[in-house]
């Protein structure tokens, strides 16, 4: 599946759409591990929540988790030029993070556990192996991996915890691109290096009849238009819609309401982005508009 399109749909069209396979890739993870969890309780056991499930206190926890991580990530930017440190990085998240996709899919096609669990780490690993050697799949890791994440950390944290953690995190996007502004330099960083820390849309021109291929190049890089939504923006909702599906027999509707509220969020978003050509913290208003989308369906007597 490679996803990393250059085309000449708008870049926000094709964000959006990764977006939105994103939200649903891992709403069905996180439904098979809910499900798979009545017959197989090890899976607890692989929970990365540090305390117990529903505990308000695991969103703090993981609030300065991410701080710490994205100390770690600047600082090591700005220390080494180089791409070695980051393409470890990204090797050890894609092969972990897409490994819960994978081990979905297994127990989803009816492998035991242990046998889905191997084929899950395997095919993590190759996944990660072949984003290092093949960069054309960099969009199919970044979206494959983020509903890794959502999918595991909407199982692990419980409903609650997880909108805490999603409050807060927003007030921290915000803050990080508004006040700190290294949010910004943060994606100046990762996206130079080619790595799926983010999905990438391009907008390229078609080719002029006759039209040398040097001339057409220079035209299109010219022209062309580029959009980068980083999988923090991916995977957050798709936490917020998981965790969602623990709300009791209607838990589903939730979930979908809110993969279809971000979605629909993140398309006006960027559009308002490639209009206004600004840099915008995404996560305010897509978790908004996911959680809007759930209490609407509340409303509505569901």
């Not at 930017?77 to 092969?95: D, H, N, S, T």
């Not at 909108?163 to 990080?176: K, T």
């Not at 890089?221 to 580029?226: D, K, S």
């Amino acid at each position: 599946m490679n996803l990393n399109i250059h085309s000449q749909f708008k870049p926000q069209l094709q964000v959006t759409v990764f977006f939105a396979i994103t939200q649903l890739l891992g709403v069905f993870s996180g439904a098979v591990l809910f499900q798979a969890i009545a017959s197989n309780p090890e899976l607890q056991e692989f929970t990365v929540a540090p305390l117990a499930t529903n505990d308000p206190a695991n969103a703090l926890f993981f609030l300065g988790y991410v701080l710490f991580g994205a100390a770690m990530v600047l600082l090591v930017g700005r220390l080494f030029k180089g791409a070695a440190f980051f393409q470890l990085l990204e090797a050890v998240v894609i092969a972990s993070a897409s490994s819960v996709v994978f081990l979905a899919v297994g127990l989803f096609a009816g492998l035991g556990f242990e046998y889905a669990l191997i084929v899950g780490g395997i095919a993590g690993c190759s996944l990660a192996a072949l984003k290092y050697f093949w960069q054309e799949i960099k969009n199919s890791a970044a979206i494959i991996s983020s509903a890794g994440v959502a999918a595991m950390f909407g199982f692990s944290l419980g409903f609650l915890p997880t909108a805490l953690f999603v409050i807060l995190l927003s007030i921290y996007d915000y803050v990080a691109v508004f006040k700190t502004k290294h949010m910004i330099e943060m994606a100046r960083q990762l996206s130079t290096r080619q790595l799926s820390f983010a999905v990438t849309a391009k907008n390229v021109p078609a080719r002029k009849e006759g039209e040398a291929r040097e001339v057409y190049v220079e035209r299109a890089m010219r022209e062309g238009e580029r959009l980068d939504l980083g999988t923090g923006d991916l995977s957050v909702p798709g936490m917020m819609a998981v965790s969602a599906l623990s709300l009791g027999p209607n838990g589903m509707i939730y979930a979908l309401a809110i993969a279809a509220g971000s979605t629909i969020s993140i398309w006006l978003l960027l559009e308002f982005v490639a209009k206004r050509r600004v840099f915008l913290p995404a996560l305010p208003p897509i978790c908004f508009g996911g959680m809007l989308a759930l209490l609407v369906v509340k409303l509505a007597g569901f």
